[in-house]
């Protein structure tokens, strides 16, 4: 089944403690995103992959990071949260072009304390 | 920069009537896509339709139609026949051509059925 999955979907952290967010398709799309959910928001880019190597910033990407070493994977990793990052995270994926459209994952609901 | 806006936070329809999702954009690019998600209680996001710029013909899928006035910078989706299925979040949504062809997001419309 073609899908986007994240891990994990659920997760309660306190302030400092380093964590990672998995994000993995297998549609071998070369596009990837992140997104953050937050209510009376919408949905906002914090990072995006054209390929991999390839990473750049979204719209709010202060306190995040990514990486791309292999196409199907995009991890989103948070080094030192806080709790304004409390939030509901979407990973996404398409072929490149903006015509396409973008498949996302599950979410995942985090809540930094 | 592109913007979305969706006026209407919450909307309520009866079951089998019509009812129809505000959107209005902003942008300076002259062939873009738009995009309808549909954001159930299970959060899962789901593409509901989509709309070339550059077609004049307003897309359609089974029972949802958007009405798409480009001049006008407007994308209103029309949900026939309703059903207690159809109760969600609904995102109207602008994807941008080059740089990070990322999806701009309006904030949402919260669609009540009732039976």
């Known amino acids: 089944e073609a899908q986007v999955t994240q891990n994990p979907r659920y997760l309660i952290t306190v302030t400092g403690k380093k964590l990672t967010v998995t994000c993995s398709q297998n549609?071998?799309?070369?596009?990837m995103s992140w997104y953050r959910q937050d209510p009376g928001l919408g949905l906002r880019q914090i990072y995006y992959?054209?390929?991999?190597?390839?990473?750049d910033k979204g719209d709010v990407p202060e306190g995040y990071k990514v990486s791309r070493k292999e196409k199907r994977n995009f991890p989103l990793i948070l080094e030192s949260p806080s709790p304004n990052q409390t939030s509901l995270y979407f990973c996404a994926s398409s072929p490149q072009g903006y015509y396409n459209e973008q498949f996302f994952g599950p979410g995942t609901r985090l809540t930094v304390l | 920069a592109q913007t979305v806006t969706q006026s209407q936070p919450e909307m309520s329809v009866q079951e089998a009537e019509t009812v129809t999702l505000s959107c209005t954009y902003d942008?300076?690019?002259?062939?873009?896509?738009l995009f309808w998600y549909k954001q159930p209680p299970s959060r899962q996001m789901i593409l509901v339709i989509r709309?070339?710029?550059?077609?004049?013909q307003n897309a359609t899928e089974n029972r949802f139609s958007v009405n798409f006035q480009k001049a006008a910078k407007s994308f209103s989706l029309k949900i026939s026949d309703s059903q207690l299925g159809d109760a969600a979040m609904y995102f109207c949504a602008y994807r941008t051509q080059g740089g990070s062809e990322k999806l701009v997001f309006g904030k949402g419309t919260k669609l009540t059925v009732n039976p």
């Open positions: 992959s054209m390929n991999v190597e390839v990473t």
């Open positions: 709309q070339e710029a550059y077609k004049q």
């Open positions: 549609m071998n799309h070369e596009y």
């Open positions: 942008t300076s690019e002259s062939d873009y896509y």
